[in-house]
């Protein structure tokens, strides 16, 4: 995995539509995007805050899913 998760890949990841990761960006303390979309591209998140926010919230053990990491560790 890269720098970044773009938003197609959150909505995979967590099973949950756009609407909801606005919510959770506005009332979930949930990252801002690091880069925004424009035209047909989604935005982008940085995966070291992503990763930060999931442990704070303990998603990785109520969604059973793995840590993200970046190639930059």
Do not use: C
């Not at 949950?16 to 995007?33: A, C, E, H, V, Y």
């Amino acid at each position: 995995m890269g720098l970044y998760i773009s938003t197609p890949e959150l909505l995979e990841r967590y099973s949950i539509s756009k609407g909801t990761l606005i919510n959770w960006r506005s009332k979930r303390d949930f990252p801002q995007p690091l880069i925004k979309a424009h035209g047909k591209s989604s935005s982008r998140y940085g995966i070291k805050a992503v990763a930060s926010w999931e442990e704070r919230n303990g998603l990785l053990e109520s969604l059973d899913i793995a840590p993200l990491k970046s190639k930059r560790s």
